[in-house]
C-alpha cells in the first residue's frame, strides 16, 4: 500500500506568513507524529497523535506552532507569523498503534522563510 | 530530561572495513530501540530494531546489541560498502515517543 505522504513537498514563504503543511499516514495508522530537521542536523520532535487527540505537545518551539488531525487520518502542521529560524525540513511519520513500534516517514516538507 | 546521545558525529572507514555507532539514554524505562538510515535528500528508513528483553540482533551486516545496565546501545556494520555512505540516526522510546540522536555522518570510502 502507499507509504506516508506530505505536501507540499517543498514551501518557499515569506516572513511573517502564514504556512500549512499536510501529512497524510498510512492507511490504519493511528499514531501519527512530526519532526522538524533543521540543516545536518537529528530529529526534533514536535508533537504526537493517537487518534485525533494530542497526548504529547512538548515540542511544539512556541505558540506560533499548532497541529490538529481529523478522522483519524490527515494531519495539518500550521506555522502562523513564520520567521526565517523555522526554515528547516518538517516530516512526518505514522505508526500502526504508536506503542513501542516502528515509525514510518514520509518524504518532508523543506520549508524556506525569506 | 529525555535525552539520547549518539557518537561519533562522522566516521569514515575504507570499503570493507567495520563501523560502530554508539548511544546513550537517559531513561531507564525506555523499552524500543531503533535505528534508520538517511540518505541525501531523502526520508529515514528503518534498518534494524532492538526490543529490551534481548541483548542483541542481527540481520545480515547489521548488528545492534543493547546494554540496558549501562543505558547504552550500538549499531554494528561488518564489511561496509560504499552505500552504506548516510546519516545514521538512533533513537530510544520514552514517555510514549521516539527522542532521537543527533545522527552519525558514515563515509565508506571506496
Known amino acids: 500500500g502507499a507509504g506516508v505522504s506530505q505536501s507540499p513537498s517543498n514551501k518557499v514563504t515569506e516572513k511573517g506568513k502564514d504556512v500549512e503543511l499536510r501529512c497524510d499516514p498510512i492507511s490504519g495508522h493511528t499514531a501519527l507524529y512530526w519532526y522538524r530537521q533543521s540543516l545536518g542536523q537529528g530529529l526534533e520532535f514536535l508533537i504526537y497523535f493517537q487518534g485525533n487527540s494530542a497526548p504529547d505537545k512538548s515540542g511544539l518551539p512556541s505558540d506560533r506552532f499548532s497541529a490538529e488531525r481529523t478522522g ?23 505508526s500502526l498503534t504508536g506503542r513501542k ?14 | ?30 523499552n524500543y530501540f531503533p535505528w534508520y538510515k538517511q540518505e541525501l535528500g531523502k526520508r529515514p528508513q528503518l534498518i534494524i530494531d532492538i526490543r529490551s528483553n534481548v541483548g542483541e540482533k542481527k540481520d545480515q551486516r547489521i ?25 545514521y540516526f538512533c533513537a530510544a522510546s520514552m514517555s510514549g515517543k521516539l527522542i532521537f540522536g543527533q545522527g552519525t555522518t558514515l563515509q565508506v570510502k571506496p
Open chain 1, 72 to 94: 483519524g487520518s490527515v494531519s495539518t502542521l500550521t506555522i502562523q507569523r513564520t520567521q526565517q529560524e523555522d526554515s528547516a525540513v518538517y516530516l512526518c511519520a505514522s
Open chain 2, 1 to 30: 530530561g529525555e535525552n539520547v546521545e549518539q557518537h561519533p558525529s562522522t566516521l569514515s572507514v575504507q570499503e570493507g572495513d567495520s563501523a560502530v555507532i554508539k548511544c546513550t539514554y537517559s531513561d531507564s524505562a525506555s
Open chain 2, 63 to 87: 548488528a545492534v546489541t543493547l546494554n540496558k545496565t549501562a543505558k547504552h546501545f550500538s549499531l554494528h556494520i561488518t564489511e561496509t560498502q560504499p552505500e552504506d555512505s548516510a546519516v
Open chain 1, 101 to 114: 513500534e516502528t515509525q514510518y516517514f514520509g518524504p518532508g516538507t523543506r520549508l524556506l522563510v525569506l
